[in-house]
């Protein structure tokens, strides 16, 4: 009994814990945004959430995304497929390569990126004989974010890809499938829930990024400032309840993306697919 009793507390302490660590973390400062941003009524949060400035953020942040994760999710896609189904020189250092976001800040990413396409940097001079501007420009903003998202999807789908082995795929090329219809009939079912949950975690990545695209954007306001730039710019002006209603754009894209997320979850484990977690 003594044993079945400590297990019991120990089980409640843990509950509580991680309850005050979400509430405290999490809870409590969504409420502050969603208070701050009606601090001064509907009116003016709408007002807020409408300025001409928030439109073009919203767009930009919106447009920076989707070509985020359209080039990761293709990169993610053949770089596992040929991390895990191929022998090859370089393997490794192709996996640690993938890896180099996870261990840089975004502000150091954001700051090479000005070093070799800014003014300075020896790209410079063949992007202005072409009439090509990335730094303080939004292919900069675009490049950046895309260098600190796209090991999110390659690395969801390489541990499944693992898990899986090459048997069935072998199999199918003995019997004369092409490559196209091994992946399009074994491969792909079985990463399916791992390969949209991974885009799900780069679509989160590349809506909230500040450091890297703070550095090479300019902050240059209705055109190259992202939401999370735009918020800092209305924060630095204290205007604080104009920030917290642009900061709740923010926080709903999240909730759709948690949605989505827990859907994909809860799909995987209904079909009896991969665990993407």
């Given at each position: 009994?003594?044993?079945?009793?400590?297990?019991?507390?120990?089980?409640?302490?843990?509950?509580?814990?991680?309850?005050?660590?979400?509430?405290?973390?999490?809870?409590?400062?969504?409420?502050?945004?969603?208070?701050?941003?009606?601090?001064?009524?509907?009116?003016?949060?709408?007002?807020?959430?409408?300025?001409?400035?928030?439109?073009?953020?919203?767009?930009?942040?919106?447009?920076?995304?989707?070509?985020?994760?359209?080039?990761?999710?293709?990169?993610?896609?053949?770089?596992?497929?040929?991390?895990?189904?191929?022998?090859?020189?370089?393997?490794?250092?192709?996996?640690?390569?993938?890896?180099?976001?996870?261990?840089?800040?975004?502000?150091?990413?954001?700051?090479?990126?000005?070093?070799?396409?800014?003014?300075?940097?020896?790209?410079?001079?063949?992007?202005?004989?072409?009439?090509?501007?990335?730094?303080?420009?939004?292919?900069?903003?675009?490049?950046a974010t895309i260098f600190v998202t796209f090991p999110f999807v390659s690395r969801e789908i390489i541990p499944v890809l693992n898990a899986q082995g090459t048997d069935e795929e072998e199999a199918a090329a003995l019997m004369g499938a092409g490559g196209f219809r091994i992946f399009r009939k074994i491969t792909f079912p079985y990463i399916k829930w791992a390969f949209l949950y991974g885009i799900i975690l780069c679509s989160a990545r590349a809506m909230g990024e500040f450091g890297a695209v703070s550095v090479i954007?300019?902050?240059?306001?209705?055109?190259?400032?992202?939401?999370?730039?735009?918020?800092?710019?209305?924060?630095?002006?204290?205007?604080?309840?104009?920030?917290?209603?642009?900061?709740?754009?923010?926080?709903?894209?999240?909730?759709?993306?948690?949605?989505?997320?827990?859907?994909?979850?809860?799909?995987?484990?209904?079909?009896?697919?991969?665990?993407?977690?």
């Open positions: 009994m003594s044993k079945d009793n400590n297990f019991k507390s120990t089980k409640y302490i843990l509950v509580t814990i991680s309850i005050l660590f979400v509430l405290i973390m999490l809870v409590l400062p969504l409420i502050v945004v969603i208070v701050y941003a009606l601090k001064k009524g509907l009116n003016s949060y709408t007002n807020a959430v409408l300025d001409i400035y928030t439109i073009k953020a919203l767009k930009l942040t919106l447009f920076t995304s989707i070509a985020a994760v359209l080039v990761n999710t293709i990169f993610g896609l053949f770089a596992a497929w040929c991390i895990t189904k191929f022998t090859f020189r370089g393997k490794q250092v192709l996996t640690t390569l993938i890896d180099i976001p996870f261990a840089m800040s975004p502000v150091v990413a954001g700051l090479l990126f000005t070093l070799t396409f800014g003014r300075m940097g020896w790209a410079h001079p063949f992007l202005m004989s072409h009439n090509i501007k990335i730094v303080f420009a939004v292919p900069g903003i675009v490049l954007s300019g902050h240059l306001r209705g055109k190259t400032n992202t939401l999370p730039l735009h918020v800092e710019i209305l924060y630095n002006e204290f205007k604080l309840s104009e920030a917290f209603a642009v900061s709740s754009l923010l926080v709903i894209m999240a909730i759709i993306i948690l949605i989505l997320k827990n859907i994909v979850e809860y799909k995987s484990k209904k079909v009896g697919g991969a665990d993407v977690r």
